[in-house]
């Protein structure tokens, strides 16, 4: 092969004189004895290879071929101990950065724009999601899937175990989506948002969009089929169900929900820029709470109940910023909440949770209350400890409002599976939360 060298001002070129003079090498001298250097490599498909050699010492490669009739460019750069990578095939862009061996972050622009960013380690996929041009996740519509739950969705799209924080998001994504929140029942999709923040004052962000429900759903370890073999002799078991009189709680409500309760004034907030993720006291004392964009989210009474977490008003919005829903609380002087009472965009009530408490024994009474303000049901948690829900992970006990027993539940340890009696108390199914599954066993 025959070189040869030209020469022009601070750039040095090596030329391939058998090959129209394509470039083999490029010195550019940059000043100081520092040099930045190119080397081209061409193969027999047609590819080029231009590897530059900067001052820093750190390089960039650029590969141009044609594969399958389409034309692909990749940039790879090293720097910091991380490799950064374009590659552009037929106008779809795909973007990595590896940090060492392990984690990998790839953002990739579609021909219409759609950006995906995907964050890899050796165990696999960590997060996936669609983004914006500035790299904030949106939110993602899902179609429901033959086999898909509420809480299956939640649990795998935004990764996350804790049942009390997937029941608070299936919640809100229900409210959503205009379905009531003790419905079973899927609309046809779903919107998924980027981000859910929940009640604590934490954020759970969406995760990865491609996660699916596993059906067979591993607990501890153990097969779903396993654990049946497990609990399989609780077919003939018995307890014994508390009476509904047993219970300390005088102030027992039993008529239907006041008149005045039946609808709320829905507020008219401005929208403050300034105060964009802060709390801040108004004039009448009370403190707001406004989200990213300068909305009002919640209000508490006083600075105590703003420390406390103990919000009496709270507001969540559609995608368009219009509001969604919005809902009201109220608390003993413990702290303990003993109303929440929700509404839809117009002021319109839409359930309602009424709760006094057995301070001796430890246990909660929960008045449910159906859309007509008429008592649903009641519930009986038992426990120090006792959570929102009746499926957070304790035993408890339905009542319809005339006293008699409905049925009772018991939850296992892990929170996963729970144990159904019927008003008898006889053991009628074992019931996996997560997947919607149960077997359902049948008394000789």
Known sequence: MQERTLKRGTVTTTLDFNNNDRPLKRVTEVGNGMKKTE??????????????????????IKQTKVEDGKTKETITRTENGQT????????????RVTKGADETTEVTVGAEGVRTKTVRTSSGVQSKVHIDADGNAVAEKYSIQNGDTWYGIVEAKYGIKDPKQIMEIVHQLKSSAGVSRSATTMPSEITLPPSVKLKNGSAISLQNIDAVSDSRHLTGGKKLSNYQKQIKQLAESKIEIPAFSSFNFPD???????????????????VVKEN??????GSDGKYYKYDDDGRVTDVYDSEDDMKAGRESFGVFYSEDGTIDNIYRMSYNSSGRTTSFLAYDENGTFTECSMYSYDEVNGQRLETVYSKDGTIEKYIIAVGENVSETYDSGYSNYRYKPSGEIISASIYTNDGNFNVDYDANGFCEGVYDVHNDFQTVYKRK
């Open 276 to 281: 964009a993720g802060k709390t801040v006291q």
């Open 39 to 60: 080397d081209f490599a061409y193969d027999e498909d047609g590819s080029t290879t231009v590897t530059t050699t900067n001052p820093d010492g750190s390089t960039e």
């Open 84 to 95: 950064h990578t374009i590659e552009t095939i037929d106008g779809t862009e795909v973007r």
């Open 252 to 270: 027992r409500p039993t008529g239907p929900l006041p008149a005045d309760e039946m609808h709320a004034e829905v507020p008219n907030f401005p």
